[in-house]
């Protein structure tokens, strides 16, 4: 998959008139979104080319993040986002650090949100055009030019992650690529001083993560790495000195999302069914040809400049 600007606004689909009619078919249908939207979106996932330990992962340790936030502004300049004072991820902000204390103050951990890039993501699952996909050398990209703006993919994500960019007309889902085209890491990690953040291969972090907890015996929650195997795995790892659901993890059994049946993914069906969702799929399905060859023409360029 090409990765494209996660903003891009006025890239709309090319979307044919087949594909409207199968996912509108499909609501209006009542199909479920883990039936035959689901199978669909699986046969189009790129990951598992290369072994798991191989691809691009990143281990967060937030015993030693110092709440800096240089991270969150490196994001922001490489991926030319505007600055804003948000609580949560956004359209603009594919990064942020939080700061958990407990009720008596004695206990407080930050955490670095963002994408976890699941090994099989249940945004990917959910999406009917195939707008996100599961690269593979591990990152989840999204392509704004298929997205039809259903948001399933934000009801999916068990870490609440995919953003919906509300300052455009149109707005498009947003969220942290793994900096897919970097090849000398990512550029949060790149300026996290503390070394909290720390690119490479899931299979080399893990080792690190391990030998930190083996080296540190009490010091991490559980003694053990979130999304080794939570949820089926992911490739943003983190270490914790403070229970995860302390900092906002969610309780997941080592199953994928998919297969245990999330109830944000059984819901996604429901979400899109009313006359207002039918009308903007409609809206994105049937521009004008001048208006998609407009569209391409940019989504072109755009192309040839990140060549
Ligand atoms: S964290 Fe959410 S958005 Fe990211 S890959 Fe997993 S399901 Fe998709
Ligand atoms: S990996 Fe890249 S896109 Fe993701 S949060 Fe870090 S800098 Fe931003
Ligand atoms: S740059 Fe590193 S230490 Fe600073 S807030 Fe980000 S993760 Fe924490």
């Not at 999916?156 to 007309?169: K, L, N, R, T």
Request: hydrophobic fraction near 35%.
């Amino acid at each position: 998959m090409t990765k494209t600007n996660n903003t891009c606004n006025t890239c709309i689909s090319d979307l044919t008139r087949r594909d409207f009619l199968k996912v509108a078919g499909a609501v209006a249908g009542g199909l479920t979104a883990t039936g035959a939207l689901t199978n669909s979106a699986l046969a189009s996932s790129g990951g598992g080319d290369i072994p798991l330990e191989d691809q691009k992962a990143m281990l967060y340790d937030a015993t030693y993040c110092v709440g800096c936030r240089e991270c969150e502004l490196a994001c922001k300049e490489d991926n030319q986002l505007k600055e804003e004072d948000v609580d949560d991820l956004s359209g603009h902000t594919f990064t942020l650090i939080k700061l958990y204390q407990s009720e008596d103050g004695s206990e407080e951990s930050f955490r670095k949100y963002q994408c976890m890039h699941c090994v099989e993501p249940a945004c990917v699952i959910s999406c009917p055009v195939g707008a996100l996909e599961k690269t593979a050398n591990g990152p989840v990209l999204y392509e704004s030019l298929k997205c039809i703006g259903c948001r399933y993919c934000m009801q999916a994500c068990p870490y609440g992650v995919p953003a919906y960019d509300w300052s455009e007309a149109y707005p498009l889902i947003a969220k942290c690529d793994l900096c897919y085209d970097r090849q000398d890491g990512t550029a949060c990690a790149l300026a996290c001083s503390p070394g909290a953040l720390i690119s490479g291969t899931r299979g080399e972090l893990l080792e690190i993560a391990k030998e930190r907890i083996a080296a540190n015996p009490g010091k991490y929650h559980e003694d053990r790495v979130f999304g080794e195997h939570d949820g089926g795995g992911t490739s943003f790892l983190i270490l914790s000195g403070v229970a995860f659901e302390n900092i906002g993890l969610p309780p997941l059994t080592e199953e994928s999302i998919p297969e245990q049946g999330h109830t944000a993914t059984k819901a996604v069906p429901y979400i899109f069914g009313g006359a207002a969702g039918l009308m903007a799929l409609a809206y994105r399905a049937t521009m004008s040809s001048e208006e998609r060859a407009q569209i391409q023409e940019e989504y072109s360029k755009e192309e040839g400049e990140t060549a």
